[in-house]
Nanobody
Framework: QVQLVESGGGLVQSGGSLRLSCAASGSIFSINAMGWYRQAPGKQRELVAIITSGGSAHYTDSVKGRFTISRDNAKNTVYLQMNSLKPEDTAVYYC???????????????????????????WGQGTQVTVSS
């Protein structure tokens, strides 16, 4: 019922740029933080950047000054602009979103919905970024 679809990965030379996009769709009431993680071969998945619904962003040290995370709340989409790419940025990049869903259980005679609310983290399928030296 909730899907995150990433796009924008590819092969680029060292020093080049790429822009990743991740669109969330489905039964969504609201989205809290959205972020980008990456996993290189043989390594653990690590946080790259995260942004709150209000636009406050945090970056891991290795990408500060080179990557910029942004989001369009109206489109439920998060972006990652990656500049000055290095071979060590090569990894599969995953989008993550903290999503609130509401399910209507019943409607009162006063036309007020009674709902259940859930909050879960969702992941995209990943997109490969390869930086050649």
């Amino acid at each position: 019922q909730v899907q995150l679809v990433e796009s924008g990965g590819g092969l680029v030379q060292s020093g080049g740029s790429l822009r990743l996009s991740c669109a969330a769709s489905g039964s969504i009431f609201s989205i809290n933080a959205m972020g980008w993680y990456r996993q290189a071969p043989g390594k653990q998945r690590e946080l790259v950047a995260i942004i709150t619904s209000g636009g406050s962003a945090h970056y891991t040290d290795s990408v500060k000054g080179r990557f910029t995370i942004s989001r369009d709340n109206a489109k439920n989409t998060v972006y990652l602009q990656m500049n000055s790419l290095k071979p060590e940025d090569t990894a599969v990049y995953y989008c993550n979103a903290d999503i609130v869903r509401r399910t209507v259980l019943a409607t009162t005679t006063e036309e007020v919905d009674i709902f259940a609310e859930s909050r879960d983290g969702y992941w995209g399928q990943g997109t490969q970024v390869t930086v050649s030296s």
